[in-house]
């Protein structure tokens, strides 16, 4: 169904489309690679999307400001959301809420996102990780819409999670960042020192894409299935997903990104059980995990999605 | 302050007490080897306090109906908060809401608490785990006041963990289980088989005080502070503080229980910055990381406490 209506949307002047709406959203998805960005509506439909490349932050940003100001026919958002690759800022209070923090991706660390955006278009701004964000769209309109707390997990050029506790967002001291926990090595990939730049081996650095690749000079769904690769990555997603029922407790673990090829589903699943020893005595997980772990229902709109459930909330507080 | 009114408590009949108090509440901390009921107020003050130890559950939940009907002079508690050892059912919507689940503790199994208690006083009853109810004191009264995510450890016969969110307990699917995530071994433990019951080596199986005992036929307090037992321990509780700020992102660690010895502090917050590898940029870790991982404020009494709040919370509810 959001697919049709994006679909519709997407053959439509978005300028059109805005006269006689009483509310329309601004959605950005800000990823290390592309910026997605969007104009939208409460129940989720996108009637107008654009794609490009990430560049340095000043033209980046500037591509944002003119995709809603000259391309949708000077666009007034009722509010805007940026779902956004972090580490992010994201503390209220602090003078920098609303940044990317120290990040390796180069010139953009330290950057102000929110505030620079709420300026330019004279409206509330929704901003969380892309992660975060793309968690809240599965739990609107996607795989986690039967629950209150959930994990959205993406397994690609990086591992990171976002967290929603009773519908919201979890922050904390910062956010989480799940994908640099450390699995316990698998006894066949002893030798691999991992790829994360920060920690070698711990689980970005041992079961995202680039890892894949630095072990097999392929990414894992060229593989075949008897590749002992498969086992391998299974192994550290389900001890991901074992830590995450121990620790964070969730209704429901959604698994995305480039990496999760469908096969991946039925191996981790079984290494989740195998990590959890029989302890957690819940039938969600011991008998019906096949609905527990699942993929998004949203596919690759999650994010964009996300950043408009950001819009949406921020536009509808108090 | 809360040591000196509960003193003064203590040397008072209850039943005097209650007299002429708008709102006096009963708090039973069920603990797997002893139980603690007591009542208090909505400032913290314990105005009563009885132990005894866990026996089956008709003649322990017995001795709980009877300290407050006879010891403490027929007391009508405003309301009773339960902090009980786990697994426990804390779905609401559950048939077995305020049960205590599949346990190792002997006769114990699917032991109705919650529901027993508000039939026999006619009350509203909090239920909640005692690590919960822990985290929930120390946010209120102790050494967690100025945060709004925490998590509260304790380390002894069991490692368990509670956490809050926005000042509210985590439960979703069930509740965290966080002394059964699996640390890396450390290298100079390689041999050691765990004593878990369900996983072996988990954090529990390796860094509980039984772990401990099975190692080196010793408390840890009571090792030399050469010994290696001493860096074991501290890089497993280290990876534990470390897991839980990539995935529950707290504003504080609060760290009690038999083994936590204060000289394990400064030892267990070097190995969490090493396992961090300075990925989480925040001054709290950075710079202060001594008021981010802390011994409880309330010390053995964070349960009972934290009961009190389960209750004071029942009362007031809608």
Known sequence: ???????????Q??????????????????????FICAVGDESGA???VSRFPTADPDSTLARVIDYFKVDCDDFTPAALGV?????????????????????PKAGWSNTDVAARLAREFSCPVGFDTDVNA?????????????TRNLVYLTVGTGIGGGVLIEGAPLHGLMHPE????????????SNFAGVCPFHGDCLEGLASGPAILARTGSELEHLDAAHVQW???????????AQLVLTVSPQRIIMGGGVMAERLFPLLRQRTLHWLGGYIDRREILSRIERYIVPPA?????????????????????
Chains 1, 2 share one sequence.
């Open 134 to 146: 793309a968690a809240l769209a599965e739990h609107r309109w996607g795989a986690g819409r039967d």
């Open 298 to 318: 949203l596919s690759a709109r999650a994010g964009v999605l996300g950043a408009l459930c950001l819009a949406v909330d921020a536009g509808t507080r108090r």
């Open 83 to 103: 779902a956004c690759f972090g580490p992010v800022i994201l503390e209220r209070q602090s003078a920098n809420y609303g940044f990317i923090g120290k990040t």
């Open 13 to 34: 002047n978005p300028g059109e489309l805005m006269r006689g709406q009483a509310r329309l959203f601004g959605a950005v998805e800000a990823g290390g690679t592309k």
């Open 178 to 189: 799940i994908g640099h926990i450390y699995p316990r090595r698998h006894e066949l990939d």
């Open 1 to 11: 169904m959001l697919q049709r209506t994006e679909m519709q949307g997407m053959n």
């Open 231 to 241: 086992e391998i990555e299974a192994d550290y997603l389900g001890q991901l997903c």
């Open 46 to 48: 996108l009637h107008a």
